[in-house]
């Protein structure tokens, strides 16, 4: 947006790059065997319901609102971590796959949702549903933040595309940086113990 481009268009075309992010992450977790896939299925299932009712809805908001509340989001996110970062790195159980708790898949829901329409902190969200309340070691639960961003970030962009809202040449540029980034933030997360990040 510092670079005049208008919220809609900013939002859709940052997606790519979040869009490349999931997936080098996701490789970089199933290379080191650290990506659980007991219950992948429901939750792609429900990133993808989630994912694309947020799209949806942030078509209903004009670039003005929408800069207002993606300004507001990235604010309110930073406060989180700055003041209670134990919201989101919080102390973690034994590993244990999701169970069908309405809470624990509801958590997931609003967390989908929220990154269908605005993305921007998305991560301390899921974050927090997979170590909080779901007990994720902080690995697991990284790769976990990562297949759920790349489900609902898959069907907003088929949204987004279809709309013609992205600019292919910064999204193309944002996404090989992301991959790249991602590659590497895996082997720190998979090299710094828990209790140090927390």
Do not use: C
Request: hydrophobic share 55%.
């Amino acid at each position: 947006m510092l670079l005049g481009i208008p919220a809609d268009i900013a939002t859709a075309t940052n997606r790519v790059g979040v869009l490349m992010q999931s997936i080098g992450g996701v490789a970089g977790f199933a290379t080191q065997q650290r990506l659980p896939t007991g219950d992948l299925r429901n939750i792609v299932a429900i990133s993808l319901l989630s994912g694309g009712l947020g799209t949806m809805s942030a078509s209903l908001f004009s670039a003005q609102l929408l800069t207002y509340i993606l300004l507001g989001s990235m604010v309110t996110m930073a406060l989180v971590m700055l003041v209670a970062p134990e919201l989101v790195l919080t102390e973690q159980a034994s590993y244990r796959p999701l169970n069908r708790s309405p809470s624990r898949w509801g958590m997931l829901f609003i967390a989908g949702f929220y990154g269908g329409l605005i993305q921007a902190g998305v991560g301390f969200l899921l974050l927090a549903a997979f170590t909080g309340a779901l007990h994720y070691d902080l690995a697991r639960a990284n790769a976990l933040k990562l297949v759920t961003t790349f489900s609902f970030t898959a069907i907003a962009l088929v949204i987004f595309i279809a709309q013609d809202l992205i600019l292919w040449l910064p999204a193309l540029a944002l996404g090989s940086g992301s991959i790249s980034g991602a590659w590497v933030g895996v082997n720190l997360t998979l090299t710094i113990p828990n209790n140090s990040m927390r």
